[in-house]
């Protein structure tokens, strides 16, 4: 039965927000330095005035002539006004419960909030929405900027600005909306989608931003569903609708300007954690291949196989790996398989030619960087990798950050940073082996996470909760590394309440010691 969607789900629409258009005049540009002269203030509701306020206020302070001239307050005019310390209470009162509106609103909130401080009064916490913001993302390309004056000339708004509060607050609700207007032809319905405006990229496909409407709150994972209703992009979220929602905030990338103008539909399903919607979203994506998702891309991964055994001991690359040597991966790409075995190469005397065999002396031999033709040599230096892969990498990074710290004590800091991203990659590959290996011998495991139990057998959810398993090239399931990168987050709100008397993987407690450029593999 499908959740029923909230008020709050939804959002507040725009016909029932209170905004409390708000101006002021002061004797400069410095909250610090500056005080206020004027505040005017309008309550609007439905394009209705619901409450006006007016007043001048003694700055306490001289007022500059050319602000004089500009705004036509002088000091004879604020003498008998009352001081911004008196005029608080009243404005806090008639601004409660609304949404603050401002052109240009840093400005004015910020003298607002320095007064509130000198008055020993908390700032405010009003929501705050700036029309200057919202007319450059609606009118971009429209006026030449986007001052008050500007845009109620070019709006044709009844009111005119003219350096008075409470004029210009007539001009600003006028500007407001007229704005509304113009984005109510985007879809934009709602109070949380109007203060995104100001980041959002308004193009064709943001009113496809309804497809969210039946998007819940809470963990789980959703899917974008093209015309043909084969699936673009799978993702999970904590909070699935906030997640759904945000695409069409303005994200720059073209990929998602892609996705949105192919998808037709957005599906999700909800779960009661974020592990369980972690792991459907790993499965879905194995069994699906989504073309927008990266995991999904049409490849063949690569693998990084050591073969210890044979006349020829040597380490490859292979695109079908196979259970009688070590074979680590997969590798999203050629290239990051092949920077794998040169990280092994810093951090090893191994063979740098592809076929040991056939070589019969070379520079690396020369300067003592490999075994050269001396087969024995090779195959000790393949098993202290297999040894590295199954049971502890410590050896192969000492190795690699001495490498790096005498390059960079050298100056030598381009080769340094090599070694430091090859150095990632082999921790980051070594470390995945290391966990696959003791999940499969794991037995079972269960946890508790809140008053969720979930049970494991070898590292892979059993139970009905994220559908089936998937297996993989090589035998790899995707549910153990899911498992391992969220205990790695959130293990300190997770209990084990059943286990074989297997320890979890040891590698879940080694520190990162290479942080790379790029870590992708």
């Not at 509060?165 to 934009?188: K, M, N, Q």
């Not at 297999?386 to 390059?407: S, Y």
Request: hydrophobic content about 40%; aromatic content about 6%; overall charge neutral.
């Amino acid at each position: 039965m499908p959740l029923q969607i909230s008020f709050e789900d939804l959002g507040l629409p725009l016909s029932e927000v209170t905004f409390c258009v708000v101006d002021l005049e002061t004797t400069g540009g410095s909250p610090a330095a500056s005080a206020i002269t004027e505040i005017g203030a309008v309550k609007v509701k439905c394009g209705e005035v619901v409450g006006t306020f007016e007043t001048l206020v003694n700055p306490g302070c001289g007022i500059p002539v050319f602000i004089q001239l500009l705004t036509g307050i002088g000091e004879s005019l604020v003498a008998d006004a009352p001081p911004i310390e008196a005029v608080l209470p009243s404005f806090l009162e008639f601004a409660r419960d609304t949404v603050l509106v401002a052109h240009n609103a840093r400005f004015d909130i910020g003298f607002l909030n320095a007064s509130l401080k000198r008055a020993d009064r908390p700032p405010l916490d009003h929501r705050v929405i700036d029309t200057a913001g919202l007319a450059r993302k609606v009118l971009a390309g429209e006026v030449p900027n986007n001052r008050l004056e500007t845009l109620a000339r070019h709006l044709r708004c009844a009111h005119r600005p003219c350096h008075r509060a409470y004029a210009d607050v007539l001009a600003t609700v006028d500007v407001l909306h007229h704005l509304i207007e113009r984005v109510a032809g985007f879809g934009i319905t709602t109070l949380e989608d109007l203060m995104r405006v100001s980041t959002t990229r308004l193009d064709r496909t943001f009113h496809k931003i309804a497809l969210a409407d039946d998007v819940p709150r809470g963990p789980g994972i959703y899917r974008f569903i093209g015309a043909d209703g084969s699936t673009l992009y799978i993702g999970k979220a904590t909070d699935l609708r906030s997640r759904v929602r945000s695409y069409f905030y303005g994200d720059p990338r073209r990929k998602i300007r892609d996705l949105l103008r192919e998808a037709q539909r957005i599906d999700h399903e909800s779960f009661p954690t974020t592990l369980e919607a972690e792991i459907a979203e790993a499965r879905a994506i194995a069994r699906e291949r989504p073309p927008f998702n990266r995991a999904g891309k049409t490849r063949g991964d690569w693998y990084v196989k050591v073969a210890t055994t044979g006349k020829s001991p040597k380490i490859s690359t292979t695109r079908t790996p196979t259970t009688d040597v070590l074979c680590i991966g997969p590798f999203r790409a050629l290239k990051a398989a092949r920077a794998f075995i040169d990280a092994v190469r810093d951090s090893t005397r191994v063979h740098h030619c592809s076929e040991p065999r056939r070589c019969h002396g070379c520079s690396f031999g020369e300067l003592g960087a490999c075994v050269g033709g001396d087969a024995d040599a090779q195959r000790s230096e393949l098993l202290a990798i297999v040894d590295a892969a199954t049971r502890d990498p410590t050896v192969l990074l000492d190795r690699l950050e001495a490498k790096m710290t005498r390059l960079a004590t050298q100056e030598r800091y381009e080769e340094a940073a090599d070694v430091r991203d090859r150095g990632a990659l082999l921790q980051r590959e070594v470390m995945r082996h290391i966990e696959s290996a003791a999940w499969a011998g794991s037995g079972k495991l269960a946890i508790e996470v809140g008053d969720r139990r979930l049970e494991f057998v070898d590292g892979v959810l059993v139970g009905p909760e994220a559908g089936d398993p998937v297996r993989l090239e090589g035998d790899h399931v995707t549910d153990p590394r899911v498992l391992s990168a969220w205990l790695r987050r959130h293990g300190d709100s997770a209990r084990v309440i059943e286990s074989d008397g297997v320890a979890l993987p040891v590698v879940l407690g080694l520190a990162p010691r290479f942080h790379a450029r790029d870590q992708e593999g």
